[in-house]
């Protein structure tokens, strides 16, 4: 069976490679679900595993399997499964248990262990196959009117993994009710949290360089938000313009921006930090005294997510389900760029890093029939 791989620590090492058949019973207990890959997408992690910034092979390896991102049809589940039959349609959840008490009570997704095990990025192969096994515990069915957005089933766990934390941490106020947000960035992470954010009743900016992006922002007011360049609208005059915003959620990727959101909350404000930078980069000129002051003065918080568990996969999908119904037909208008099968890893990573007008690069494995 063929599959996508890298050699972690080699920059541009993306290559198809074979791997034996997974096996049903490989899983203990009879908890074991074989599934047909239909659809894996990519991001920004997968470019950085392939220029060597990040991502470990398992134990033994010298290579990782890519895929973090998977939409696929169970083929067949093992006796003790309930929840998945043969022909339903699943994603499957990236982190898997380390040793701490938050891994035993299924909160992978905020291990206290520093080693952290997630497929197709960290000590643990990925989905970039024809077909894999996993625990159904780590399986979430994906309703069959959302067929045409499981692929995105992950991006949305994230997302609404780090909408759910700002609102659960923000209960230290006893009274919240943000009505202004600024979502920074919009690629996939962007673009769906501006729709979660909007389906919780925000006022939504959602910023980015580019100017007339065409695309992403008739996405973002399809979902009734406002798309700013800050190429013509720098963050400073935003907020002379609208306010400081209650909630910032922080997706460009680059850490420069995560820390210049800091200067921008509002009092009592909540900033969620997603963006995962594999580089080494540092800041130089940070006005760190009056960010300090300013921070504790107006007791703001500063909240990284990382990551979803299956409860925040139920959430995504839920999240895009009511999206259909409140903004039909947009959030579709995502997967801009499908591939066929994984044979050509160079255009897919050429996609993946080179073409600017694409928001969602993803991979056709099996078609849907
Ligand atoms: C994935 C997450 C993962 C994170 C850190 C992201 O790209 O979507 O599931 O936890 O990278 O490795
Ligand atoms: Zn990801």
């Not at 019973?25 to 679900?33: A, E, L, T």
């Not at 894996?40 to 399997?65: C, K, S």
């Not at 089933?153 to 943000?178: D, G, M």
């Not at 600017?356 to 078609?367: D, G, L």
Request: glycine fraction near 10%; include cysteine.
């Amino acid at each position: 069976m063929k599959a996508l791989a890298v050699r972690p620590g080699i920059p541009g090492s993306v290559h198809l490679t074979d791997v034996a058949e997974p096996e049903l019973n490989s899983v203990p207990d009879n908890r074991g679900v074989l599934v047909e890959t239909i659809q894996v997408g990519l991001d920004a992690t997968d470019a950085e595993i392939n220029a060597a910034l990040y991502g470990r092979a398992p134990a033994g390896d010298d290579h990782l399997i890519l895929g973090h991102e998977v939409f696929g049809r169970v083929l067949a589940v093992g006796a003790a499964v309930t929840h998945l039959k043969s022909g339903d349609f699943c994603t499957c959840t990236v982190r898997r248990p380390g040793p701490t008490l938050y891994d035993q009570i299924g909160r992978n997704d905020i291990t206290s262990h520093e080693t952290y095990f997630e497929r197709g990025i960290n000590l643990l192969h990925g989905f970039m196959t024809q077909r894999f096994v996993d625990d159904a515990e780590f399986m979430v069915k994906v309703p069959v009117g959302l067929v045409h957005l499981g692929v995105l089933s992950e991006p949305a766990s994230v997302c609404a993994k780090a909408v759910e934390q700002a609102y659960l941490a923000q209960q230290r106020l006893q009274i919240w009710e943000p009505k202004l947000a600024f979502v920074m960035g919009a690629g996939q992470i962007g673009l769906l949290t501006t729709m979660m954010l909007r389906l919780r009743g925000l006022e939504v900016y959602t910023l980015a360089r580019t100017e007339n992006p065409g695309l992403k922002e008739e996405i973002i007011r399809g979902y009734g938000g406002h798309y700013i360049s800050t190429k013509t609208m720098p963050l400073e005059d935003l907020v002379r313009k609208v306010g400081k915003p209650d909630l910032i959620v922080e997706a460009t990727g680059a850490s420069r921006i995560a820390f210049a959101a800091m200067e921008h909350l509002n009092l009592n404000g909540a900033l969620v930090w997603t963006s995962v930078t594999g580089g080494q980069k540092t800041l130089s000129d940070f006005p760190a005294d009056r960010v300090n002051l300013e921070w504790v003065l107006g007791n703001k918080l500063l909240l990284g997510s990382v990551n979803g568990n299956r409860h925040h996969f139920a959430q995504g999908l839920a999240d895009l389900a009511s999206a259909e119904m409140m903004f039909p037909g947009v959030t579709a208008r995502i997967l801009t760029t499908p591939i066929d099968g994984f044979d050509d890893p160079g255009q897919l990573m050429h996609e993946l890093t080179e073409n600017q007008s694409a928001i969602k690069v993803y991979v056709n494995v099996k078609k849907l029939s």
